[in-house]
């Protein structure tokens, strides 16, 4: 008898553990389910931020007028936005100030958790030829660390590939140097984005990861002295870095708005003038957005068109996701004057 429930209690006490153990693995199943949802529900919840600033910068390109200094922003509390007749006003007929955002790559604070920038890219080196850049293109290149001797092998390689020839020069590459190394290209013409810099013979290295940042195939021309980044001021021609920064300084103070009155605060002779050179923005904009927890930067290319006869103010030319690497500190993006981006942007997004 005491051994039929001896054998009961310890059976008794079997399905207890076991009970108790199902209770355990089914609460850690629980959690984890909830967490995934919790993750599943911000990163949602991050999708409509980017929406939503990506919404907001668009609407303001469309309402609001461009300067030397950047764009425009809505006065806090005014909810009907007035239209300028033109975006691209000269620096007189636009007041400038101080509140504009900045066309130059800097980051700002968008809506939600996520952060922005704005980069005129005329404010980079152009690659869509290589007539006026050349020199500009080579220092960049050996500012990021290539040796000096390779530059004007890479140079004749980028030539080759965006030309529209299969003559192959000095030390460039055509067709065949491509199948030897098992590489599609080259194009032979124009690259389509900066990130195609990549498909280039010998420009596919590491340490020239942020060189499509830098770089723009909207243009062949003198660089923007408003809007260019620090990376791109320092490796122009003449300049160093205590010029490239003064010159983002007085910018910040005041925008230029000729050849003479950059070298008249610069202290610098630039080998360029007032006709091949433009201080007001560009027509294509690049609009990166990312957030502190995500490892993906969303880049939105647009040209802005504001006497287009359909009547779109701007057109999306393409969109591309990117790793997120070398973007600004977040601690130090700003906030913009605007309350716009307080607002959320409904969107049916999946």
């Known amino acids: 008898m005491r051994t039929q429930k001896g054998i009961v209690l310890l059976a008794t006490l079997w399905v207890l553990a076991i009970l108790t153990m199902a209770a355990g ?12 949802a919790r993750s599943n529900q911000y ?33 806090p509390n005014l909810k009907e936005a007035v239209r300028a007749p033109n ?28 952060f922005f920038s704005i980069q005129d890219e005329g404010g980079l080196i152009g690659v ?31 030539s080759d ?18 199948k030897e190394n098992s590489k599609a290209g080259p194009r032979n013409w124009s690259l389509t984005t900066s990130q195609e810099l990549k498909q280039v013979m010998s420009w596919d290295v590491a340490r020239l990861e942020n060189l499509s940042q830098l770089t723009s195939t909207s243009h062949s021309r003198n660089i923007n002295f408003n809007f260019a980044p620090l990376d791109v001021l320092q490796a122009y021609p003449g300049f160093d870095t205590e010029t490239a920064k003064k010159i983002i300084s007085e910018r910040d103070k005041r925008p230029f708005n000729s050849v003479t009155d950059l070298v008249a605060r610069s202290g610098r002779q630039i080998i360029a003038d007032d006709f091949g ?13 990312w957030s502190q927890d995500s490892r993906q930067l969303y880049e939105i290319h647009i040209q ?20 997120r690497q070398n973007e600004p500190v977040i601690p130090d993006a700003q906030s913009t004057s605007t309350d716009i981006f307080a607002t959320q942007v409904a969107t049916d997004a999946g």
């Open 161 to 178: 590939y965006i030309d529209s020839d299969d003559l192959t020069r000095l030390n460039g590459a055509e067709k065949d140097a491509y």
């Open 25 to 36: 693995f089914f609460s850690i199943w629980v959690a984890n389910m909830l967490e995934t």
């Open 304 to 323: 802005l068109t504001p006497t287009s006869r359909q009547g779109k103010p701007w057109i999306l030319e393409y969109k591309l996701t990117l790793p």
């Open 128 to 158: 869509r030829d290589l007539g006026a850049t050349r020199n500009h293109l080579a220092n960049l290149v050996v500012t990021m660390g290539v040796e000096q001797e390779n530059i004007a092998p890479m140079l004749d390689k980028l």
């Open 277 to 289: 050179s433009s201080f007001l923005p560009w027509k294509y904009q690049k609009i990166s957005i």
């Open 43 to 75: 990163i949602q919840q991050l999708a409509i931020d980017a929406y939503s600033t990506q919404s907001n910068l668009l609407y303001l390109f469309a309402t609001q007028p461009l300067s030397t200094a950047g764009l425009t922003t809505i006065p």
């Open 87 to 114: 975006p691209f006003e000269t620096p007189a007929e636009v007041t400038i100030s101080g509140e504009e955002i900045r066309l130059d790559g800097r980051a700002y604070k968008g809506a939600g958790n996520t």
